[in-house]
């Protein structure tokens, strides 16, 4: 056991100068130059619109007899939704069918007088103008039986009118109006029936992103972007999104563009009215070399960064720059993947002196 420690004693007296050196070097933080996913990503707030949205409204006056749906609920196109009582519409159809039946006789009646005026006037048994009396109050009965027909058809689409039936499937809200109320065509909204799957988000998007995006390639024909949903609990959209609209001018009011995504929604998940958030970024991901900006210093003639060699030396090297991505500079010139390059610490080192470089925590988004 002595000779353990008197082994270990001498170990650490001889790198005590190794140990002393390397605390005497000035502490860097250092990264290794890689490739990254540089793809251009835009944040818009948004608010989440209904596909369809239908205002049942009454077309004819009565008392609501029925009402057969449940508020909050799914209905489907021509579902049964109000009943308003069809006993005076249906007195009014009787009425139209008995004027179009008379209609009918009196233009049996005037035609046959017409037939045997047409035999008289051959055998000059008649004038002229009685011939042409007759014919005019033949023509003067077929106009009234257009009339009862157009009474009959009337009454009957007033009838139909009585049953008011869901134009498309979606989910109904509250009803307005309760059995035995008194509606009428001036009465407001019944209830309102929104198809929910799938849903619009509407973007108003500033004119300065929106020609930064277009820079990229945004359009509504080819569409090479991808919006995702990001929802209220920072969560993302399992489904991706559809471009299918894109105004082609700008609001005067408000400096913005008009832009629709539509979102499938088959679960319900998302309903209109809703805040969120779209990411917009291109289909094809654009992988570059990419350098934190920490890095990057400017003097009077261009970008440098610091580079740490094998030996732990500072070597100054000029770098050709593209576009900024997320925190990040892309490196079009001047750098190689698998070197070092300092990102904190700059201000403690000079060219040619050697450091202590210790690795960045890379966090788990990078």
Same mark, same amino acid.
């Given at each position: 056991? *002595?000779?353990?420690?008197?082994?270990? %004693?001498?170990?650490?007296?001889?790198?005590?100068?190794?140990?002393?050196?390397?605390?005497?070097?000035?502490?860097?933080?250092?990264?290794?130059?890689?490739?990254? #996913?540089?793809?251009?990503? %835009?944040?818009?707030?948004?608010?989440?619109?209904?596909?369809?949205?239908?205002?049942?409204?009454?077309? +004819?006056?009565?008392?609501?007899?029925?009402?057969?749906? @449940?508020? =909050?609920?799914?209905?489907?196109?021509?579902?049964?939704?109000?009943?308003?009582?069809?006993?005076?519409?249906?007195?009014?159809?009787?009425?139209?069918?008995?004027?179009?039946?008379?209609?009918?006789? =009196?233009? !049996?009646?005037?035609?046959?007088?017409?037939?045997?005026?047409?035999?008289?006037? !051959?055998?000059?048994?008649?004038?002229?103008?009685?011939? $042409?009396?007759?014919?005019?109050?033949?023509? *003067?009965?077929?106009?009234?039986?257009?009339?009862? *027909?157009?009474?009959?058809?009337?009454?009957?689409?007033?009838?139909?009118?009585?049953?008011? !039936?869901?134009?498309? #499937?979606?989910?109904?809200?509250?009803?307005?109006?309760?059995?035995?109320?008194?509606?009428?065509?001036?009465?407001?909204?019944?209830?309102?029936?929104?198809?929910? #799957?799938?849903?619009?988000?509407?973007?108003?998007?500033?004119?300065? +992103?929106?020609?930064?995006?277009?820079?990229?390639?945004?359009?509504? $024909?080819?569409?090479?972007?991808?919006?995702?949903?990001?929802?209220?609990?920072?969560?993302?959209?399992?489904?991706?999104?559809? %471009?299918?609209?894109?105004?082609?001018?700008?609001?005067?009011?408000? /400096?913005?563009?008009?832009?629709?995504?539509? &979102?499938?929604?088959?679960? =319900?998940?998302?309903?209109?009215?809703? &805040?969120? *958030?779209?990411?917009?970024?291109? !289909?094809?991901?654009?992988?570059? +070399?990419? @350098?934190?900006?920490?890095?990057?210093?400017?003097?009077? #003639?261009?970008?440098?960064?610091?580079?740490? /060699?094998?030996?732990?030396?500072?070597?100054?090297?000029?770098?050709?720059?593209?576009?900024?991505?997320?925190?990040?500079?892309?490196?079009?010139? =001047?750098?190689?993947?698998?070197?070092?390059?300092?990102?904190?610490?700059?201000?403690?080192?000079?060219?040619?002196?050697?450091?202590?470089?210790?690795?960045?925590?890379?966090?788990?988004?990078?």
């Amino acid at each position: 056991m *002595q000779r353990y420690f008197k082994n270990l %004693f001498f170990a650490f007296i001889l790198l005590s100068p190794a140990l002393s050196q390397a605390n005497k070097l000035p502490g860097v933080v250092v990264t290794t130059v890689e490739q990254s #996913d540089l793809t251009p990503v %835009f944040h818009v707030v948004g608010r989440i619109e209904a596909t369809e949205r239908i205002e049942l409204l009454p077309r +004819v006056s009565g008392y609501i007899e029925e009402r057969l749906f @449940i508020e =909050g609920g799914r209905v489907t196109k021509d579902q049964l939704l109000f009943r308003i009582e069809k006993a005076p519409y249906k007195i009014a159809l009787q009425q139209a069918q008995a004027d179009l039946a008379g209609a009918k006789a =009196g233009l !049996k009646n005037a035609e046959a007088e017409l037939t045997r005026m047409k035999q008289l006037r !051959k055998k000059a048994a008649v004038s002229k103008s009685d011939l $042409e009396l007759a014919e005019a109050n033949r023509d *003067q009965n077929k106009a009234q039986v257009m009339l009862a *027909q157009a009474g009959l058809d009337n009454a009957n689409l007033n009838l139909s009118y009585t049953d008011i !039936k869901s134009p498309i #499937d979606g989910r109904i809200g509250i009803a307005n109006f309760s059995v035995g109320n008194l509606i009428s065509p001036n009465t407001t909204t019944l209830a309102t029936v929104v198809t929910t #799957d799938p849903v619009y988000v509407e973007l108003n998007i500033s004119e300065k +992103v929106m020609l930064e995006a277009r820079r990229n390639g945004l359009n509504s $024909e080819e569409a090479p972007n991808k919006p995702t949903l990001v929802l209220s609990d920072g969560s993302t959209y399992s489904e991706p999104g559809t %471009f299918t609209f894109i105004s082609p001018e700008v609001n005067r009011n408000t /400096d913005t563009l008009l832009i629709r995504v539509s &979102f499938p929604n088959k679960q =319900g998940l998302l309903l209109p009215g809703e &805040f969120v *958030q779209v990411q917009i970024e291109k !289909k094809n991901q654009q992988v570059s +070399v990419a @350098i934190p900006q920490s890095a990057v210093q400017k003097n009077k #003639d261009n970008y440098y960064v610091l580079v740490i /060699d094998k030996e732990n030396k500072v070597e100054v090297r000029p770098v050709q720059l593209g576009r900024q991505q997320q925190g990040q500079w892309e490196v079009k010139a =001047g750098l190689v993947i698998g070197e070092r390059i300092i990102v904190e610490g700059l201000q403690k080192v000079r060219p040619g002196a050697e450091v202590n470089p210790v690795d960045q925590i890379k966090s788990s988004k990078q």
